[in-house]
T-cell receptor, first 120, second 110 residues
């Protein structure tokens, strides 16, 4: 597609349920990133992939959060046993570059529209 | 200490004036620096990137980088009401991920 596509746009779930958020990056983009953004805050890094390999998951808050990108394209962020504090906008971004180094003239990201998760 | 720090604002600037937005970062190994604009309820969009010390100009926008001081700024000349948004400073860390500041709300008053 022309842009980064995320689904669903909105998700309301009951506390304790599992949710899966999907990200379809720009075709051919190597890197895929997940962020979480609370109201009035900047995006908070969760994890990222180069192709299918998860490079850094240091931002995942706890072991209820996991992400995968099995074929190096679409990615799923899964939150198990959701809690109210998980409510936020979850944003996915992709980049054509696998490195942010000066040598490769790293690119900024292109963000999707996000998934608004509300845990009640 | 936050990795990327910005004044939350709001910063109010009259139409036609220069808006100056500032950001400091903590990781000396950072090599890539970005400014994103985010309208209310929308996704962040990249407006400027800078990698070397000095100034980089693109239309009405100028990004300035001083690695020794760990300081990045964005100047918006001839500010327009459409520039009213939250501006996010983002830094490409040495670990190859981008860390965002909390953003500065900019309001251009007619």
């Amino acid at each position: 597609g022309a842009g980064v596509s995320q689904s669903p746009r909105y998700k309301v779930t009951k506390r304790g349920q599992d949710v899966a958020l999907r990200c379809d990056p720009i075709s051919g983009h190597v890197s895929l990133y997940w962020y979480r953004q609370a109201l009035g805050q900047g995006p908070e890094f969760l994890t990222y992939f180069n192709y299918e390999a998860q490079q850094d998951k240091s931002g995942l808050p706890n072991d209820r959060f996991s992400a995968e990108r099995p074929e190096g394209s679409i990615s799923t962020l899964t939150i198990q046993r959701t809690e109210q504090r998980d409510s936020a906008m979850y944003r996915c971004a992709s980049s054509p570059s696998r490195s942010l180094s000066v040598t490769s003239r790293g690119y900024g990201y292109t963000f999707g529209s996000g998934t608004r998760l509300t845990v009640v | 200490q936050k990795e990327v720090e910005q004044n939350s604002g709001p910063l109010s600037v009259p139409e036609g004036a220069i808006a100056s937005l500032n950001c400091t970062y903590s990781d000396r190994g950072s090599q890539s620096f970005f400014w994103y604009r985010q309208y209310s309820g929308k996704s962040p969009e990249l407006i400027m990137s800078i990698y070397s010390n000095g100034d980089k100009e693109d239309g009405r926008f100028t990004a300035q980088l001083n690695k020794a001081s760990q300081y990045v700024s964005l100047l918006i000349r001839d500010s327009q009401p459409s520039d009213s948004a939250t501006y996010l400073c983002a830094v490409g860390s040495s670990a190859s991920k981008i860390i965002f500041g909390s953003g500065t709300r900019l309001s251009i008053r007619p």
